[in-house]
């Protein structure tokens, strides 16, 4: 079934347009742009000849070719709006894929959500945890970690006799949170209160979480290595190879954020070759501590309205520092009021 959907993606795609649009990503994210908030578009339009169905999460979660479809589809899309979206696709099983290695069950949510699912905590409070810690490392394709480099296997087989799908749309890596993030997953809310009751005890789980992520894309650099210096992820473009999700530092004060956060995600970064930082929420209060890691070259944030932007502003386009996926009236409303963005947002 899959084949007649890729054809029909391969004839639309136009060589010299994404060119184009990579190249002007690329010049975005070296600073090297021209435009006071970067907003990419195609030469032009190219719709369907044909109807791509709309595929369910949860249908999609179990075959894994109407995950392709569900994903190349996202890539049609693109293409038909003339958008500035780069073409990617994701192995895209939420956000509870390392906690499910370490044994967490899987929450798959309600049909009528339409909604990716996560993890319960791991059951058996304490003594779990430490059980966990003793296993050390665990077995990669468990849980969800044998669909994710299976699907990755998929999406090689179905693009290979396709060469402008091969060549222009990027498989970007899963959603493997961050550190702190799937020690909350595994952990539960107790977290909170015992990050500062056990805090050794915190920081041997997320030394173990962090092991584990970085074993885990080791082995998907294996089926999926990188193809230069800059990597797709949300259809937008930054320099290094991951993208983190620092969701959990909302709730922390800086000096939490540094303690426990920063010395994990600055080990992910220099593993990998410097990323980009995501967080929903109000996160200028921990934005300077973000700001002082090496390879930090872009963040994405859901909730401007929720922030002190100037002091967002202080901490990455002032530093350097990309945002990627900016709500457009956020930042329209900075250049407003006078505000330097340096060229370094990009906005929809």
């Keep these: 079934m899959i084949e007649k959907y890729l054809d029909d993606l391969e004839r639309r795609i136009d060589p010299v347009a994404e060119e184009a649009l990579h190249a002007a990503w690329k010049r975005f994210c070296v600073g090297t742009g021209d435009a006071a908030i970067f907003s990419p578009q195609r030469q032009q339009k190219k719709p369907s000849a044909m109807e791509w169905p709309d595929i369910s999460i949860n249908a999609a979660l179990e075959n894994h070719e109407l995950m392709a479809i569900h994903q190349f589809k996202l890539c049609s899309d693109a293409l038909a709006g003339g958008t500035g979206q780069l073409l990617n ?4 099983y939420g956000t509870g894929i390392l906690s499910s290695v370490f044994g967490a069950e899987l929450f798959v949510m309600d049909e009528a959500l339409n909604s990716l699912p996560t993890t319960r905590p791991l059951g058996g409070g304490e003594t779990e945890l430490k059980r966990m810690l003793a296993k050390g490392v665990p077995d990669l394709r468990t849980g969800l970690g044998g669909k ?3 699907m990755a296997g998929r999406y090689h087989e179905w693009m290979e006799p396709y060469p402008r799908i091969r060549h222009y749309v990027s498989i970007y890596h899963p959603d493997l949170q961050s550190s702190m993030d799937v020690c909350e997953l595994l952990y539960g809310s107790e977290l909170f209160t015992d990050l500062l009751e056990k805090p050794e005890f915190i920081k041997e789980l997320l030394d173990l979480i962090t092991q584990t992520y970085i074993a885990f894309m080791n082995v998907w650099i294996a089926i999926v290595p990188p193809r230069d210096s800059y990597a797709t992820h949300w259809a937008m473009m930054h320099q290094g190879t991951i993208m983190l999700r620092d969701d959990s530092a909302v709730n922390l004060s800086p000096e939490m954020v540094a303690e426990f956060i920063r010395p994990h995600d600055q080990r992910l970064l220099s593993t990998f070759g410097g990323g980009a930082i995501h967080f929903c929420g109000k996160g200028d209060h921990f934005i300077e ?38 709500k457009r009236e956020a930042a329209q409303r900075a250049l407003d009021l006078g505000r330097d963005l340096r060229k370094s947002v990009h906005s929809w």
């Design 148 to 150: 994710v480099f299976d």
């Design 289 to 326: 501590v973000l700001s002082t890691m090496r390879g930090l070259h872009a963040i994405h944030m859901s909730q401007p309205e929720l922030n002190d932007m100037e002091a967002i502003f202080r901490g990455t386009v002032d530093k350097n520092i990309r945002i990627i996926g900016l």
């Design 89 to 92: 696709v994701r192995c895209n």
